[in-house]
């Protein structure tokens, strides 16, 4: 199939997938290994996204725009109102090349008569270098909030 006769079919987009282990992120304050209610800062989770197919004619490349959207609680343990945390998109059909998976940036401010938001990030863009004979459909995109080791073990341990 030609590349324009790919882009009229640019419905049939890859699969969009929120990997349960990194669906969520209690981020607790530096104080050892306590993670009890009275050491979490916030807790944030990947609750939906909306996801768009598109064709760069700039760069000649098919891509997927995604919008993630995300709940936002303070805990106890906050001092301030101000929220930063990380979440990627990946392919896996990819790895371990470097642009497999892509990190992007939350920074916000609670509001203050709130201490929990629905929040709805930019888009962004990732590209995807559909292979000869391949369509964009036939690969999988995942979304995610990056964890470190700790974090991923304690969603593990308690998302059973």
Same mark, same amino acid.
């Given at each position: 199939?030609?590349?324009?006769?790919?882009?009229?079919?640019?419905?049939?987009? &890859?699969?969009?997938?929120?990997?349960?282990?990194? +669906?969520?992120?209690?981020?607790?304050?530096?104080?050892?290994?306590?993670?009890?209610?009275?050491?979490?800062?916030?807790?944030? +989770?990947?609750?939906?996204?909306?996801?768009?197919?598109?064709?760069?004619?700039?760069?000649?490349?098919?891509?997927?725009?995604?919008? &993630?959207?995300?709940?936002?609680?303070?805990? +106890?343990?906050?001092?301030?109102?101000?929220?930063?945390?990380?979440?990627?998109?990946?392919?896996?059909?990819?790895? &371990?090349?470097?642009?497999?998976?892509?990190?992007?940036?939350?920074?916000?401010?609670?509001?203050?008569?709130?201490?929990?938001?629905?929040?709805?990030?930019?888009?962004?863009?990732?590209?995807? &270098?559909?292979?000869?004979?391949?369509?964009? +459909?036939?690969?999988?995109?995942?979304?995610?909030?990056?964890?470190?080791?700790?974090?991923?073990?304690?969603?593990?341990?308690?998302?059973?």
């Amino acid at each position: 199939m030609g590349a324009e006769a790919e882009r009229k079919n640019m419905h049939i987009c &890859p699969s969009v997938l929120i990997e349960r282990d990194t +669906s969520a992120r209690a981020v607790f304050k530096q104080n050892g290994n306590v993670k009890d209610a009275s050491a979490k800062m916030f807790d944030v +989770s990947l609750v939906g996204y909306d996801a768009d197919c598109v064709y760069n004619t700039k760069k000649q490349q098919y891509g997927i725009s995604v919008r &993630p959207v995300f709940d936002i609680e303070l805990g +106890s343990a906050q001092k301030d109102r101000d929220v930063s945390f990380d979440y990627f998109v990946a392919m896996p059909q990819y790895y &371990p090349a470097k642009d497999a998976k892509q990190l992007f940036s939350v920074n916000t401010k609670m509001p203050k008569n709130s201490d929990k938001i629905h929040y709805r990030d930019n888009d962004v863009y990732v590209g995807i &270098p559909v292979e000869e004979g391949k369509k964009i +459909s036939d690969y999988e995109v995942y979304i995610g909030l990056q964890l470190d080791k700790d974090e991923l073990e304690y969603n593990r341990k308690n998302n059973q």
